[in-house]
């Protein structure tokens, strides 16, 4: 028996459809996040080495009592999430230039 499945459509409308059977060979569990060990040689100032094993590296900063504080996550921000600049700045920088200028 097929089932059917209320879908909510981007401009909000609603439509009863046929669901896609599942794959015989997908789990319903979700996928766990792996955190290879690897990456690109990186400097610790603490020690003055150079590590391309992440355990490696915190480690190091751990045994000389520091603390990794922060994160990079630049390259998995949504597209746009960077458009937050402050309202106003534009026309501070104008007036600034202006005063600048005279």
């Given at each position: ?10 401009d ?5 459809r046929?669901a896609p059977?599942p ?11 792996i ?31 520091c ?11 949504k ?19 202006q005063?600048?200028?005279?």
């Amino acid at each position: 028996m097929s089932e059917y499945h209320w879908y909510t459509l981007g401009d909000g409308r609603r439509v009863f459809r046929k669901a896609p059977k599942p794959s015989p060979h997908r789990s319903d569990l979700s996928r766990p996040y792996i955190r290879a060990d690897g990456m690109d040689a990186v400097w610790n100032p603490v020690d003055g080495n150079h590590y391309e094993s992440r355990s490696q590296y915190e480690r190091a900063v751990k045994q000389a009592g520091c603390e990794i504080v922060g994160d990079d996550k630049g390259h998995w921000e949504k597209a746009g999430a960077r458009d937050t600049e402050p309202k106003g700045v534009k026309e501070d920088i104008v007036q600034a230039w202006q005063q600048l200028s005279s």
